[in-house]
């Protein structure tokens, strides 16, 4: 449609050509009129500073339009060559432009792209509805929006791109128009498709082995962990990837296995644990731990594959037996040869003065032989809670004979030894008669003086043995 003239425009026009055309005739007969010949070479001189004014103007024009033009040569340059391909779309993702890049990405010439929908490239209907909901979140105006798709390119290749995609607003269209930038990931998304791939297959093995087990990278984020691992923290495996020791243990714990951790890392070698952990129910666990590293090709460590081993079995055992040895069955006190241990560790220490006391149960003999040994055993059980519970936690309490008792006082002089002993003696059984005890008592200043005290608080125990019979 053309658009009609008003009349009164027209009107007004003409008048304002009538009025410039009398200036410019006032103009000309001004010029025109005598001038003296200074006014004539002033005029001159005006009139040419005006010409070099426009040459000047003009030169200036040349040289911006000659810089606006290779700066558009340079982003057109940039535009096609950049390794990340460029489009323009409508709001339906109709394209309108895209770069040479982009062109070259779906293996069609830049003209043909023209008014094609960059979903007719998207391989599978999924991708297809991404890509809607993509083109929706940018135009609700929701910033950068990115996505990821399969494209098929013209010779039957399926690319992986990453979108990444902006909205900008035109005179022509109230929606705007789509910048989009196109990514070539395939590389990357095989990349993940092999390493996941090994970790499947690692997973695998780890899911045969039926010891708790793991595998780490070398930021220390398990990457797999088989299903006693799992069970271990009440947890599926798969709720485990990607966490750290912190994630999953308290901090004193996580820290100390960090270090173990980062030794194997740093040293390249296989180190071996033995520790104790609480589970989830409280009970203590033995674990046996092995951490070996995983290398690169080029003999870097990128990883670490543990495995730790329920012990616990076996350390109840060692420990039940290690017990056995430094400790009396009857009693549940120490025994002779720890006795016997101790008193040379004391020796070389500097807990000097150490007391000893010696101590006998009498009429044991009497005891056994008219009411049984089972009696007898009470009346030894009896008189070894009387002689521990008198002493402190630090003293070595052991029963190193039938009815024989001995204690060794670190940092103790005789007149402790003797308040102990004194407490025995008060004691309701003792004063009942359910148990009667010798005692022997002696102490030594320095290590040389130590033999002699076990001797003198052996001589004592059996000088009060008698009195105590003849009483």
């Given amino acids: 449609m053309g658009i009609k003239k008003d009349k009164h425009l027209s009107a007004d026009a003409a008048g304002l050509r009538r009025h410039a055309e009398e200036r410019l005739h006032k103009k000309v007969v001004s010029l025109i009129r005598p001038r003296s010949g200074e006014e004539t070479q002033r005029l001159l001189h005006e009139l040419e500073v005006h010409q070099i004014e426009l040459e000047m103007q003009n030169e200036e024009l040349r040289r911006s339009q000659e810089e606006l033009v290779i700066s558009r040569n340079k982003y057109a340059e940039l535009y096609d060559f950049a390794p990340v391909g460029y489009f323009t779309f409508d709001t339906g993702g109709l394209i309108w432009e895209a770069n040479l890049a982009g062109a070259q990405m779906l293996g069609i010439e830049r003209r043909q792209l023209a008014n094609k929908n960059l979903s007719s490239f998207i391989s599978d209907a999924e991708g297809r509805k991404i890509f809607i909901r993509h083109l929706q979140s940018v135009l609700q105006r929701k910033g950068t929006q990115s996505c990821e798709i399969r494209l098929n390119a013209k010779d039957g290749t399926v ?51 039926p010891d708790i087990a793991w595998l780490k990278d070398r930021t220390g984020r398990y990457v797999a962990v088989n299903e006693p691992f799992g069970r271990a923290f009440g947890k599926a495996p798969e709720d485990l990837v990607g966490k750290n020791v912190y994630d999953i243990y308290p901090p004193e714990l996580a820290a100390k296995y960090e270090k173990d951790s980062s030794e194997v890392m740093t040293t390249g070698s296989r180190t071996y644990f033995e520790e104790s952990i609480v589970d989830r129910e409280g009970k203590t666990q033995y674990v046996e731990k092995v951490e070996t590293p995983i290398f ?14 329920d012990i616990t079995s076996r350390k109840e055992i060692e420990v039940t037996l290690r017990h056995d040895s430094t400790h009396d069955t009857l009693t549940g006190l120490y025994n002779r040869s720890f006795f016997n241990e101790e008193l040379e560790r004391f020796s070389r220490s500097r807990m000097f003065p150490i007391s000893i006391v010696m101590a006998d149960v009498n009429g044991l003999k009497r005891v056994n032989d008219s009411q049984g040994h089972e009696v007898g055993d009470k009346l030894i059980r009896l008189a070894g809670r009387l002689i521990q519970r008198a002493f402190r936690g630090e003293d070595i309490v052991a029963r190193i004979g039938g009815d024989e008792f001995a204690v ?50 052996d001589e004592r125990m059996y000088r009060d043995k008698s009195v105590q019979k003849e009483l």
């Fill in 408 to 457: 060794l006082l670190p940092e103790t002089g005789k007149n402790v030894a003797e308040k102990a002993v004194k407490r025995i003696m008060n004691r309701p059984e003792i004063i009942n008669g359910q148990v009667s005890i010798a005692f022997g008592i002696a102490s030594a200043e320095n290590k040389n003086g130590l033999a002699d005290a076990l001797k003198l608080s």
């Fill in 296 to 309: 690169s090709k080029t003999g870097v460590v990128i990883g670490i594959i543990g495995i730790a081993h």
């Fill in 159 to 209: 690319i992986h791109g990453q979108l990444k995609s902006v909205t900008l607003d035109t005179n022509e269209s109230k929606d705007g128009y789509i910048l989009c930038s196109i990514v070539d990931i395939t590389e990357r998304k095989l990349t993940e498709e092999r390493i996941s791939e090994v970790i499947r297959q690692q997973q695998a093995i780890l899911d045969n082995i």
